[in-house]
């Protein structure tokens, strides 16, 4: 069950739209979605959720500022009338890009749709797009298997503000995008509007588990199809390491196997030059490609110098991306 703490808040550590990151007196981060309870200010008395923490799950070690006790109500004006995170003393009215009616397309046209099941890997494939295609649109459509709040990814902001993201799309109750959907499918084409390419995948703090089928992203399964559906090229960003302490995580992730053996519809994998991999009925795409900047981007706490084989394998995907928009796949 859930564990609440009330606790002052000591100073702002880091703030940007929809999320404050600050301390708390007597010891401890917390973070704000200030979209959902407004900032806060030092010398404020807040709830803090500790569940995770006290847990040691997947927050990095941050407390969830559940609500300011230092105000008597607040209010902001919301973007439509179908609400998120419905049901909970959270729920907000995000509105979503449907109640406007029908998304501008139904099909995709063949455009790349790059499913990853690991967050760290949209900005890999990002990379890898930009390098290839360079001024051409990659849009990340995220789900809500991971993390609901966009706000909560310093990775995305960061994508953003390079320009390898030109705009974000959350889905289900996932929210906090440029644009918010109903659901992947409806996701995908409201997109597409405004892409030549688009990522799919999930926000940070994924589940495992020690089963075949219980881990979140075993929904990339479902992506896939659904973009083969709608008329585009699924490509698959293949989760691969050489450094995972889990055997089933070295070499080919077994969640990966998994997710290609669920699919029913054929998908293009992306194969690193000199690598090898039998996915099965998917089209393997042998990928040649030069050195790739991944800045201080981490997966499972390692960086590209200690694991390059996961960086390599999963630009590998956004290259490949970038050259079917560019007519070189």
Known sequence: MPRFETRGVDAVLAERPGLQRVSLDGGGRAYVLTDLIGPVAPGDRVVVNTTAVDLDLGTGGWHVVHWNLSRQEWSAPGGGLILKLRYTSSQTDTGVAEEAGEPERTS???????????????????????????????VFVMTDSAALPLALSDLVA?????????ATVTCGQAFGGDVEAVNVVSGLLVAA??????????????????????????????????????????????RWSEADARPGHRGLSHHTATVLSEA????????????????GHHQAVEVAMGDLDHGDVTTMGRGAGQDPAFFRWSAAAGVLAGRLVSGAG
Not at 124 to 130: L, T
Not at 158 to 166: D, I, N, Y
Not at 211 to 225: C, K, M, N
């Open 264 to 279: 029913a519809a054929t998908a293009l994998v992306a194969v690193p030059a000199g690598e090898a991999l039998d996915p």
């Open 193 to 238: 509007a405004g892409a030549d390419a688009l990522v799919v995948g999930p926000g940070p703090g994924v589940v495992g588990t020690r089963t075949r089928f219980g881990f979140s992203g075993l929904e990339a399964a479902a992506v896939i199809d659904a973009a083969a559906r709608r008329g585009g090229v699924p490509v698959v960003a293949v």
């Open 158 to 166: 960061a994508l953003c503000h390079r320009g390898r993201l030109a």
């Open 108 to 138: 995709l046209d063949g455009m790349p749709v790059v499913v990853c099941d690991l967050h760290s890997q949209v900005a890999c494939v990002a990379e890898g797009f930009a390098g290839e295609a360079p001024g051409r649109r990659l």
